[in-house]
């Protein structure tokens, strides 16, 4: 049995337990897959990160993410909560920005103030949605397909499909049939009403993950990058808005979305919440 530093991260918010949890590993180098996947099914949390030496020299350091079920390419909150714990534990980064190594190659990550921010990955498939795909989206969750305004392919590694409601309350209100999302990965996302929903965020986002177990998802760094690519690049927002997510589950998730220049930057605060080690 050998043990290893570990961090559990709230992701994407300044309260702690309001966000969205990541177990980190540091110092992983030896961990064979197996016994990756093992603890990430034992954390049973949306993600569990183990950080290693890079194989890219111009990486600061290489992550690898796994759920409970598989590993992923890329992911949002745990590309943050990694940094930021990696950060926590004295990392220094190679130059200003800190470079991230995974799946889909090199992240970007920037700090800005007290939070952290990645820019967006490309998206690997966008475009219309086939209007197939569009009637069983509305039939998973429970609405005429004229509810949905707009839909978009917006998959930069996990799958992603987003589709946009007309009001924060009508996406608050949608209870999904998961079985009827026939395995989609399901990105809602709705306009934020400033006289009846506040100034705190422009936008509300839901990710509903059907699957074994189908599941919400908190707060989503890698479907809000794909979300914001497609939005501010159809017009649809401005440079630069904050998302609320989690709030169905009694989360208070808040991203915060900035494009410079050719980069979408997608940011959020990180709280280490349990700090110490873990034997297996």
């Known amino acids: 049995m050998r043990r290893f530093s570990f961090k559990q991260v709230d992701v994407f918010s300044a309260v702690?337990?309001?966000?969205?949890?990541?177990?980190?590993?540091?110092?992983?180098?030896?961990?064979?897959?197996?016994e990756m996947a093992a603890l990430a099914?034992?954390?049973?949390?949306?993600?569990?990160?183990?950080?290693?030496?890079?194989t890219d020299a111009r990486a600061d350091y290489r992550v690898r993410i796994f759920t409970p079920e598989r590993e992923l390419p890329f992911a949002g909150h745990p590309t943050l909560g990694s940094c930021h714990a990696w950060l926590a534990a004295g990392g220094v980064p190679k130059a200003a920005e800190v470079v991230q190594e995974c799946g889909v190659g090199l992240i970007r990550i920037r700090r800005d103030g007290d939070r952290l921010a990645f820019a967006a990955p490309p998206l690997i498939r966008s475009g219309a949605v086939e209007p197939s795909v569009v009637a069983t989206i509305a039939r998973g969750i429970g609405l005429d397909a004229s509810s949905i305004k707009a839909a978009r392919w917006a998959d930069n590694g996990p799958g992603w499909v987003a589709a946009m409601l007309g009001s924060r309350a009508e996406l608050l209100a949608v209870k999904p049939d998961y079985a009827k999302l026939d395995g989609l990965k399901l990105g809602l996302v709705a306009p934020w009403d400033p006289a009846?929903?506040?100034?705190?965020?422009?936008?509300?986002?839901?990710?509903l993950i059907a699957g074994v177990p189908p599941k919400e998802d908190p707060v989503t760094g890698s479907l809000n990058a794909a979300i914001a690519q497609w939005l501010i690049g159809d017009g649809l927002a401005p440079?630069?808005?904050?998302?609320?997510?989690g709030t169905a589950l009694g989360r208070a998730g808040r991203v915060f979305v900035d494009r410079k220049g050719p980069d979408i930057w997608i940011g959020g605060h990180s709280i280490t919440v349990v700090d110490g080690s873990v034997a297996f």
């Open 16 to 34: 702690a337990l309001k966000g969205n949890p990541l177990a980190v590993v540091l110092g992983a180098a030896g961990v064979g897959d197996a």
């Open 196 to 207: 009846v929903d506040g100034p705190d965020a422009q936008f509300e986002v839901r990710a």
């Open 239 to 245: 440079d630069s808005y904050v998302a609320s997510q």
């Open 41 to 54: 099914h034992w954390t049973n949390l949306s993600e569990t990160t183990f950080l290693l030496p890079p």
